[in-house]
């Protein structure tokens, strides 16, 4: 599976933006998919996850309630829809595909994206 993230940009606190991942490969729709993002000089962390029918969603405490992930196995593609933003949402983010079913886990995802930046200003 090969992802390609794209969407990210420069936007005003309280502002929204739109992520999109799109996959290519046979496989996407049997792979749980990911979100996560990495801050300068922070580790990459979970942010959303959606199982592989789209039926069992997950989010970081950080973001439950602001961000959305869903998928479209039709079009090999994920969303991260982001809604009132704040700064410390600041990061690169990727999105990732696990093998598995469903997972939060960093390490189960196998394929990962190249990121794209969000900048949030204050």
């Known amino acids: 599976v090969q992802l390609q993230a794209s969407g990210g940009g420069l936007v005003q606190a309280g502002g929204s933006l739109r992520l999109s991942c799109a996959a290519s490969g046979r496989t996407f729709s049997k792979c749980a998919m990911g979100w996560f993002r990495q801050a300068p000089g922070k580790e990459r962390e979970f942010v959303a996850a959606i199982s592989w029918s789209g039926g069992s969603t997950y989010y970081a405490d950080s973001v439950k309630g602001r961000f959305t992930i869903s998928r479209d196995n039709a079009k090999n593609t994920v969303y991260l829809q982001m809604n009132s933003l704040k700064p410390e949402d600041t990061a690169v983010y990727y999105c990732?595909?696990?093998?598995?079913?469903?997972?939060?886990?960093?390490?189960?995802?196998?394929?990962w994206g190249q990121g794209t930046l969000v900048t949030v200003s204050s």
């Open positions: 990732a595909a696990s093998n598995l079913a469903r997972t939060v886990r960093l390490y189960e995802y196998d394929y």
